[in-house]
Each structure stands twice: as structure tokens, then as C-alpha cells.
């Protein structure tokens, strides 16, 4: 009779042509982590986590429709997840009005960290602006401080890109100029030149980086003089693929000589212990082991890392699932002393809606993704990975803690010129 299921919505990103797609992913891992919750015998005893899922395309109105379809027709859903910022936007600024919790696996925008736009939002992806404080870090250890910054005219980037100024400003370090462009990158580049930029900080989507790379080679701003940030969730050779199609005119030899020795920060999306258990009594390895499989039988060439969109974000959406079970029970527990229960939710519902709030608001757990913790904006507090493309290959540098302003060094950073480029021309005085 369906009196023991708790209803979830899920919104996913799976067709559609424009944004992020990680829904192809993402789905499936969501459905593992609810195969392995309604498992256990320890969460929620007696019920069963049911998952309602619909394709958003990643498309704002339609991830609308979508959520007003789960909302205005049976069962009522407890809360929602979904992906894509654009989707997050518009579901968590609505979701207050039916008083439900909405969990993002897959949003990145800095403008979802705002409890008054979106008071009942939690992430389990990081916001972009996790990268600023280890890019600072990283500016700090090598006595760089006089940098400048380009980047797309995105909102995600502009919004990282105020974040960091601040930042900037705070540590003492000298922001020489901010260059910005819609499509073509030359003159924000020839810019870049003019004002003796040395440390560059680029915000910019992977087809956009390609076009800056290249006209980086061209104006050559790159070499033993020059040190350049760019955004390590690229996929891997990213600076040699697609330039045929994308009518990039350099050579693939030209971008490895332009890509030399930039340094990347991303956010951790897998354990970085990778076979340490999680709560789920899984190693992130075992967890990528299962996925694989599922993917295969979805038709994905695994074997030839031909991997879905979403691929990356994949442990954010399984993590999601454990968060909202591990929430629901604590909040089973706590409404059974007033003789309450979970089903007794309804969308007018306040009271049960602040438990479930501060029940997901505590929860913290050692996850795929590595600990899952959430900041007072619903932020997830994560670890950041420092790389360097060496001889055309990513090494890792280290990792980031910013909660305890940890640095992990490994000492590998190779600098062409054979020390530390400067962050400025120096003009010796000659006695
Ligand atoms: C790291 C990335 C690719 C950033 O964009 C996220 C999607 C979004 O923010 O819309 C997914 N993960």
C-alpha cells in the first residue's frame, strides 16, 4: 500500500545540447547509493527511499516543469536532488514555496551560496569558488603578488572572479588587470601583454581555453617568464583536442609548447584515498568498479574511457543519495518521540521541513567524494587538487585543505626557466 516508501524527487540533466549533460552519469550512480541504503538494515527500518526521476536537459524551464509535475501530482516528495546550476537556480529559489529541501549534485555557480535567495539549498559539488583560496595559497608560496586575471563573460566565472578579488585584496596581493571576453580572446590577451602580466589567472569553459591557448602561442605570453592557472576539470589532453573542428590554428605541437608548465586547481570529486571504505562500506575504487559495469550494460565504451558526461561528478550524486538517507533517518528518529513520522509530510508542513533542514544541515560522513560536510550556505566543504602539465601530462602537486589551511606538497612543480618565475620585470639597477 506504499505506506512504508518515502518519495523522493530527482531532477537530471541527461539529453539536451546546451550546458552540462552529467545527468548520463549521475542518474545511475543515484541509483546505486539508493540499491545501497534501502539495503541497509540501520537507516530507516521499515521504509523504502523511492526515487522519482526526470530529465531536465539541463534546461532552467524545463527542470521547472519537470518540478512542478513531481510537486502537483502523487506522492508528495520529501525533497528534491538536482543538477546544473541553471536547474539548481530556478528548483531551489521554488522549492521554499512547498517548504522542500533541495540537494545539487551538480551545481558550481558561486550564486547559489545566498540563504536568502535559496534558504533550504544544500550541495554536495563544490562551488567554483573552492579553487580561490589554493590559488592564493599557491600565489602566497612562490611570492607571487602582482597577478592578473582572464576570463569568459560567464556568469559562474564572473562570480568566482569578484570571490577571488576580495581575496586578492585581503592577502596583500595586487590584481594588475582583469581581462574579459564574450568569443575571441586576442585582445584581451594583447592586454594581458601590454600591462607586463606574468601570473594569470584564466576562468573559461574548455572550448574557450583552446581558442585562449592558442592565441597565447601566438602573442607568446608563455615560457620560463609566465605561469598560468587554468581550471583542472578539463578532460585530459584537452589542449590538443578538437582544434580541426573548433578551427583552432595551431598545431597540436604549438598548444603543448603554450601548455607547458601551467598549473590546475580543481575540486576533489573522488576520494583521494582510493581505497579506504566509506560509509557505505565501499572504496572509491569499488564504487568506480560498479559504475563501470552499469555503464557498459547502458552501452558506454568503458573500456576505452569513452565515459558519459557526469562521469567526474558521478561520487556527488551517490554521496547526495547517503546524505538525504542518513538526514531522514536522524529525522524518523527524532519525530518518533513526538509520535510523528516522515510520512506525515505534506508541502504546508514547517515543522517536519526545519527537522529534515537541520537534519541534513548536521550530517557529515566520510563519503565516495571524501568527507561530506555542508557550510552554513549548504556549501560542500571540500579538498582541492593542485596539478601541473609536465612534458604534456598532468602530475599532481599536492592537495589543499582550506578549512585547516593545509597544503600538501609534494615538491615535483618543474619551472622551464629552472626557478621560480617572477611575478614582474625586475630592472636591476646597474651600480
Ligand atoms: C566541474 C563541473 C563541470 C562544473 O559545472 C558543473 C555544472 C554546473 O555548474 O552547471 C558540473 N561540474
Known sequence: DGSNVLHI???FPIKGKGGWQGGQACEPAANLALEDVNKRKDLLPGYVLK?????????????????????????????????????????????????????????SSPALSDRNRFPTLFRTHPSATVHNPTRIKLMKKFGWSRVAILQEAEEVFISTVEDLETRCKEAGIEIVTRQSFLSDPADAVRNLRRQDARIIVGLFYVVAARKVLCEVYKQQLY?????????????????????????????????RIAA???????????????????????????????????LKNDGHDIDHKRYPEGYQEAPLAYDAVWAV???????MNHLHKYGKNLKDFNYNNKEIADDIYSAINSTQFLGISGMVAFSSQGDRIALTL???????????LGYFDTQADN??????EVWIGGKVPQDRTIVRKVL
Open 223 to 255: 615560457g620560463r617568464s609566465y605561469v598560468w592557472f587554468f581550471i583542472g576539470w578539463y578532460e585530459d589532453d584537452w589542449f590538443v583536442n578538437n582544434l580541426q573542428k573548433e578551427n583552432i590554428n595551431c598545431t597540436a605541437h604549438e598548444m
Open 9 to 11: 524527487g530527482g531532477i
Open 407 to 412: 597544503l600538501t606538497w609534494y615538491d615535483r
Open 260 to 294: 607547458e608548465g601551467h598549473l590546475t586547481t580543481e575540486a576533489l570529486m573522488w576520494n583521494q584515498n582510493r581505497n579506504e571504505k566509506t560509509i557505505s562500506g565501499m572504496t572509491a575504487d569499488e564504487f568506480q568498479n560498479r559504475l563501470n559495469k552499469v
Open 325 to 331: 538517507a542518513l538526514a531522514f533517518n536522524k529525522t
Open 386 to 396: 593542485i596539478e601541473q602539465a609536465i612534458n604534456g601530462n598532468y602530475v599532481v
Open 51 to 107: 526515487l522519482h526521476s526526470n530529465d531536465s536537459q539541463c534546461d532552467p524551464g524545463l527542470g521547472a516543469s519537470v518540478m512542478y509535475d513531481l510537486l502537483y501530482n502523487e506522492p508528495t516528495k520529501l525533497m528534491l536532488l538536482a543538477g546544473c546550476s541553471t536547474v539548481c537556480t530556478t528548483v531551489a529559489e521554488a522549492a521554499k514555496m512547498w517548504n522542500l529541501v533541495v540537494l545539487c549534485y551538480g551545481a
